[in-house]
């Protein structure tokens, strides 16, 4: 299965600040996406992460606050823009090898807003 | 968004005993995942089902795929402390993208 690397996997950051996570696959996938996961709560997703084009957002999730980059087949990066407090959360990269491939998850970043 | 409800929310065992949880929705899925989650880590894929009715068995894990396709069931046999985490189940729609995750299921196991 693909080891997904995060970084960083903590930090703390000050209101209205912006932070970028990297995400680095260890094989070339066909998909990857970004989740948020509450303390104590089940993962919610934030975006596809499509190679060559634009981020796939789910409801609730807008491009200015999450831009996403995927310039090739095993990286990605989230960037958490302008935060806030509600803004702290564990934000986990994920990948599939394709469609029917099983879905497999980094260890995350802990991100705490000040 | 989809809604998987997990089943139940915590459970609290003695070490050496059987544990099952389950997972319904209202819709139909044609891959169901089981993941745990243990502090400070990412959910670590323990069995994945593909076909309704199918039966998987990843050492002392054994899942199951519903014949209706919109639940799932977990069981662990013979619990020890290090399965202690939260299993969450997932389930994937034919031409979907995106994983829909449970509400998760906490278990303490007790020595």
């Known amino acids: 299965s693909a080891v997904i690397s995060q970084k960083p996997s903590r930090d703390i950051c000050q209101r209205g600040t912006s932070l970028t996570i990297q995400c680095q696959v260890d094989s070339q996938v066909t998909m990857m996406f970004w989740y948020r996961q509450q303390p104590g709560q089940s993962l919610t997703l934030i975006a596809t992460?499509?190679?060559?084009?634009?981020?796939?957002?789910e409801s609730g999730f807008v491009i200015d606050k999450f831009p996403i980059s995927r310039p090739n087949l095993t990286f990605s990066t989230l960037t958490v823009s302008n935060m806030s407090p509600e803004d702290s959360s564990i934000y986990l990269c994920?990948?599939?090898?394709?469609?029917?491939?099983?879905?497999?998850f980094g260890d995350g970043t802990r991100l705490s807003i000040l | 968004g989809q809604q998987l409800n997990q089943s139940p929310q915590s459970m609290f065992i003695q070490e050496g005993e059987d544990v099952s949880m389950n997972c319904t929705s209202s819709s139909i899925f044609n891959t169901w995942l089981w993941y745990k989650q243990e502090p400070g880590e990412g959910p670590v894929l323990l069995i994945a089902l593909y076909k309704a009715g199918e039966l998987t068995s990843n050492g002392r894990l054994t899942a199951q795929f519903g014949i209706t396709r919109k639940d799932s069931f977990l069981n662990i046999s013979a619990s020890i402390p290090s399965d202690v985490g939260i299993y969450f189940c997932a389930g994937l729609k034919t031409g979907a993208n995106n994983l829909f995750f449970g509400t998760g299921t906490r278990l303490t196991v007790i020595p």
């Open positions: 994920s990948s599939r090898g394709g469609p029917d491939q099983p879905q497999h």
């Open positions: 992460a499509n190679q060559g084009s634009e981020a796939t957002y």
